[in-house]
C-alpha cells in the first residue's frame, strides 16, 4: 500500500526547482495530450448510450442518463456498469472507442517538450491501452514515451479510485514522491497530490485547489519552462 504524505501548500506560480526532484512524468490522455477541440470524448459518449441501449434494454435517453450517472459516481461509466450490471468492460470499451480519429493532429512541438524531460516518460489513461496507442500514433507523440497504462492494467478501477492509482503505479514502479502528473479532469489530482505527486492541471480553465499545485492552458510551453 502506498504511504499518502501531508498535502503540501497549493503552489502557483511554477519554478522550475518545483520539478527538480521528478524523474517520472506521468501523463494522462485525453483533453491532456490533444486538445478538447478535438471533440472526441463527445464523440465517445453517444457510442456509449447506444450500447446501454442495446444490451440493457432502455430507450436511448434513459441509456444516456445512466451513462452521466455511472461516470459523475463511479469515474467511468464502465465502472458503473461493471459494478451495477456486472457487465465485461472490454466489449463495451471497445465499441465506444471504435472512432475514426481524423480529428487529431500531428503535435511535433509538444512531443520535443516531452521527449527533453529528463526522466521515464508515461501515459495512464482510463481509456483502453489500444485507443491510447492510436491517438499516440496519430499525434506522433508514440515515440516519446516509455510505457502506456490503460484501463486494462488498473483491472478496469478508474481514476480517481485510489485502487487504480495503486496498482498501476506498482505495475510502473513509480515512486510517487519524484513523479509528477498531467491531467484535465481535476478530481484525477487528488490522490496523486496525497501520494507525494506534483500535480499540473491542464484545462482550458484550471481549478484551484490543495491538490491541484499548478494549472496551464498550455502544455507545451508549460513543459518547455520546465526542461
Do not use: C
Not at 77 to 87: N, R, S
Amino acid at each position: 500500500m502506498l504511504d499518502a504524505p501531508s498535502l503540501p501548500r497549493y503552489i502557483r506560480p511554477m519554478t522550475r526547482t518545483q520539478f527538480s526532484h521528478v524523474d517520472t512524468w506521468v501523463f494522462d490522455l485525453d483533453n491532456t495530450l490533444y486538445p478538447p477541440e478535438a471533440h472526441l470524448l463527445e464523440q465517445l459518449s453517444p457510442r456509449m448510450t447506444d450500447w446501454i441501449a442495446a444490451n440493457l434494454g432502455l430507450k436511448r435517453q434513459e441509456a444516456d442518463e445512466l451513462r452521466e450517472d455511472y461516470w459523475a459516481r463511479y469515474g467511468t461509466t464502465a465502472a458503473g456498469l461493471m459494478a451495477k450490471h456486472d457487465v465485461a468492460p472490454a466489449a463495451f470499451l471497445a465499441h465506444a472507442h471504435d472512432l475514426p480519429l481524423d480529428a487529431l493532429k500531428p503535435a511535433p512541438e509538444l512531443a520535443a517538450a516531452i521527449a527533453a524531460l529528463p526522466g521515464r516518460h508515461l501515459v495512464f489513461t482510463n481509456s483502453p491501452v489500444d485507443w491510447a496507442h492510436r491517438v499516440l500514433k496519430e499525434t506522433g507523440l508514440d515515440h516519446v514515451f516509455d510505457a502506456v497504462h490503460g484501463a486494462e492494467d488498473a483491472q478496469y478501477i478508474p481514476k480517481p479510485k485510489p485502487q487504480a492509482f495503486s496498482k498501476v503505479f506498482e505495475v510502473a514502479d513509480i515512486a510517487p514522491q519524484k513523479a509528477a502528473f498531467f491531467e484535465d479532469d481535476s478530481r484525477n489530482l487528488e490522490v496523486p497530490a496525497r501520494l507525494g505527486m506534483r500535480t499540473v492541471h491542464v484545462s482550458p480553465n484550471p481549478e484551484t485547489a490543495p491538490y491541484i499545485h499548478h494549472g496551464t492552458q498550455d502544455l507545451t510551453a508549460f513543459l518547455r519552462d520546465i526542461a
